[in-house]
């Protein structure tokens, strides 16, 4: 994973500001945000293989020292 372009990236995932910060601060779903079209993913069945990995997200986002 990483920020940033990519030659031949597998998956995209697109978001605001505004989108990516309530998501840090779990105040919104990643399904919630999919569905109402706030986030945009490139390659939804390779994301669906990564579910585990981003499982782990918001609980390594809120251990760090971040200002929104």
């Known amino acids: ?5 990519v030659e031949s ?3 995209t995932i697109s978001q605001d500001y505004e ?3 309530a ?3 779990s105040e919104l779903s990643p399904v919630a945000a999919f ?3 706030r986030l945009q993913v490139s390659n939804l069945m390779k994301v669906m ?3 585990g ?6 609980g390594i986002l809120a251990t760090l020292d971040v200002e929104y």
Request: glycine share 20%; charged share 10%.
């Open 1 to 5: 994973m990483g920020v940033g372009d």
């Open 9 to 11: 990236a597998d998956v």
């Open 19 to 21: 989108t990516a910060v």
């Open 23 to 25: 998501l840090a601060k």
């Open 35 to 37: 569905m109402s079209g």
């Open 49 to 51: 293989g990564l579910q």
């Open 53 to 58: 990995a981003f499982g782990h997200l918001p």
